[in-house]
């Protein structure tokens, strides 16, 4: 895991903040980046429909970034993914067409690293 997204996560599951409020851009494009790293991941193992599920999260937990159906505890943030709006627009459509297309996933990403960031900076 990169420098920043490190001490990103680290500074809210740790007693002493040593950067600075607000994340900055370099930490919300690694959150972004590793969230469409585990997005793309879960697609190919799982296919297109696996992202529709309605307990599927994101979530920032110590020091990395997990997608889990279950919710931990210890997350310090998390993001459903039907919350999305990339997500929420594939629900429209009829019951036997629901799937996510792969080219989503980067739009689906940005949404939850802003969401999960604006939580975050919310926490301080």
Known sequence: MEFALFNLLWKKSSPVT???TSLCMDAK???EAEIERLLIAH???NGATSLLDPSL???AIGERIEL???PIEAAISEVMLRELPSVMAFLV???EHLAVPRDVLAN???EAARLI???IDALN
């Open 43 to 45: 697609y190919e193992k």
């Open 29 to 31: 494009q690694e959150l």
């Open 18 to 20: 040593t950067i600075t």
């Open 117 to 119: 960031a604006k939580r």
């Open 57 to 59: 999260r994101i979530m």
């Open 93 to 95: 459509v009829r019951e």
């Open 108 to 110: 689906i990403a940005t």
């Open 68 to 70: 889990s159906t279950s």
